[in-house]
Every structure is written in C-alpha cells, then in structure tokens.
C-alpha cells in the first residue's frame, strides 16, 4: 500500500520505478502464498511478528500522507529500507527456521531472496535522494 501511495504521490522516476517494482514483487510473493495456504488448507494467523509489521505500516502510510515532494521521497525509501530490514530478519530468524512444511519453507526461502534484493534497491534509491 505504501508503494501505491508512492506512485500517485511522487514525482521521481527513481522511487516511481522502485514502487513500482514493490507492487509487482509483493502481489506476486502474495499471490504464491495464498495458493499454498488454498494447496494446503491451512488458515494463516497473525503473530505477534505480523501485527507489529501491519501495525508500523499503517503508522507510516499515515505519516507518509502528510508529506510532499523530496520530503515524502526520502521518507518513503527510507521507511522501505527500514521495513524491508525486519522482513529479511523476520524471515532470517523466525519463519524460515520454523517452517515445518517443505514448501512453505522453500516459498519463504525465494520470498527473503527477492525481498533482500528490494532492500538493496531501496538503499540505492535512497543514496541517490541524498
């Protein structure tokens, strides 16, 4: 959602294109989750992982409206750096290594890959603001 608001809100193409991307990548991961949730019959619940990242992206989508030009610029790649910062580690430290289910492992595995790549993206984006 915050790349969503990145796209109607900004105009640099730098952080338009990475949007872009976070919109492109997240749907896809999403898409391939829900499948295996459907593939295994499992019902996803929130943890407290879950909650604190859905609780802080709201906060920041708020703090994100009120913003405008550079300002908002710089605080949307750098809260995407941050974000994307304790997903990897979430994923590094907790989902990987208590997924149970081979393929749900293997999905989380491909999604901190893709995700680590965003962060790298993001931080180059954000070197070019400064």
Do not use: C, W
């Not at 193409?13 to 898409?31: C, G, I, L, T």
């Not at 009120?66 to 997903?87: C, I, P, R, S």
């Amino acid at each position: 959602d915050a790349a969503k608001q990145a796209i109607k809100k900004s105009k640099n193409k730098d952080v338009v294109s990475f949007a872009k991307d976070m919109v492109r990548d997240h749907e896809a991961v999403n898409e391939q989750a829900l499948a295996l949730v459907k593939k295994l019959k499992v019902t996803p619940e929130d943890n407290a992982t879950s909650k604190a990242l859905t609780k802080a992206a709201k906060s920041e989508r708020a703090k994100l409206a009120k913003l405008k030009g550079a300002a908002f610029d710089k605080a949307y790649v750098d809260n995407e750096v941050a974000y994307h910062k304790q997903v990897d580690d979430a994923l590094k430290t907790s989902l990987i290594p208590s997924a149970q289910n081979a393929e749900l492992k293997s999905l989380l595995e491909t999604g901190l890959k893709i995700f680590e790549g965003h962060e790298q993206h993001a931080e180059m984006v954000a070197a070019g603001l400064k």
